[in-house]
């Protein structure tokens, strides 16, 4: 019959599966599907485009204003353009989400490239204490506040992340590990953009009401405030020598992403496995996460290349360019989902966790400090 000629030879007892052209088939070769491939890229273009246009006008506007750090301003410009326009187009999700996504785990990796070990060792063992006590506190006591305060688990974890180790980078790459909610991961931006920017100016002026000397201050800066580019704003506001050694402690606290986002990864991966239990004779495998995602491995790589001094300078400056085009495009992404509407109706518990967690790490930084030096 007609239709054993449409028909691929199979064993004995076997069905008969109708041959498909594979050019048009979802198996297609790689090479063959032109069209589909097409499709599949094109669908990314719009989102992408606007974050491309937001970047450089984000960089250009934090060059005439010394205060503000470009990934900060990509932030606001995104929630402006959220809440003026409404509903965002539908055609520009794909694109948005692969800068939120993608393109922010690059940026983290060029991140790497910034960090030299020898440096953050250079601090002393007294003071890499102090930096782990601050991430470690902060984080546990900002969760556990959360839970006294009725919050959920994934609000509590990223505004600990964020406000311990290193802002909207940390929400950001925590984010993509334990899959929260759109809606906590734009509150927890929003917090973390608002309170270390109140850091900016309520540093150096707490250093002059405690008569505190221009390195300790440094210390102080880069032990508690959130953003970098927040802790490069103080350090230039107090002093040159502050600003040397309150960047190497940020950097030391960025370290600590590393381990931290490995410890989340494996507390999904096992809640994955636990979730998700084939029988005996199943052949369905749990899709887990990866023990340490790849970007994080990237971050730890790209540091030992530099404090092996494998990196020219100019590939360091090359990668310090990069990291802030793809943070600063992230942070728009990211910026863009923020709807104050929404953020209002959480009302005001997230910032009261906010403002106690600040104290926190702020307390934690200042008092290590004191006892380390």
Known sequence: MAENNDSTTTRAGATAVPARPSQTGPTAPQGSGGKLTDHRLGKFLPGLAVCAAATPVAMGIAHFVPLASALLIAIILGIVLRNVMGDLPASWAPGMQFSSKKILRLGIILLGAQLVL???????????????????????????????????????????????????AAIAGVESTVRARKEDVAAAIALVVLFGTLMIAAVPLIRGLLGLGEETAGMWAGASTHEVAQVVAIGGIIGPEALKVAVVVKLARVLMLAPIIAVLALSVRRSSASALTPGPDSEVKAARPPLVPLFIIGFLAMAIIRTLGWLPDWAVTAAGIGQTIALTAAMFALGSGVHIKSLIKLGFMPVLLATLSTLIVAGVAGLGIWLAV
């Open 118 to 168: 020898g440096d953050i060792m250079s601090l002393g063992w007294k003071m890499i204490l102090v930096v782990i006590a601050v991430v470690a506190i902060g984080m546990l006591g900002t969760i556990g506040l959360g839970r006294a305060l009725g919050m959920g688990r994934d609000l509590s974890l990223l505004i600990g992340c964020g406000f311990s180790i290193c802002g909207a």
